[in-house]
């Protein structure tokens, strides 16, 4: 799994006096958040303009034991909601 990174950035500064972060865009790779983050500050814009990581949920994955319609048993795995 690549780590993915996110922009975020501070229009003015009573929006960093307020914590008011506003997400520029998700899901970029470490080179293109930087190119892209670049790009953001240039405009002027932007008071401030960082890169995060973001984090990413492990898969959530159950095994359980249920019955069909005749009562024979049978296991079940599922991964975030869905049959394997």
Not at 31 to 36: I, L, Q
Not at 56 to 67: A, G, K
Not at 69 to 78: C, D, K, L, P, S
Request: with cysteine; aromatic share 8%.
């Amino acid at each position: 799994m690549t780590k993915t990174y996110a922009i975020k950035s501070h229009r003015t500064a009573a929006d960093v006096a307020k914590n008011n972060v506003e997400v520029l865009g998700r899901g970029y790779t470490l080179e293109d958040a930087a190119r892209v983050a670049q790009l953001h500050m240039k405009t002027g814009w932007f008071v401030s303009v960082w890169i995060e990581a973001e984090e990413t949920n492990q898969p959530r994955i159950v095994r359980s034991i249920e019955r069909d319609h005749t009562g024979a048993r049978y296991t079940v795995t599922r991964c975030d909601g869905w049959h394997i």
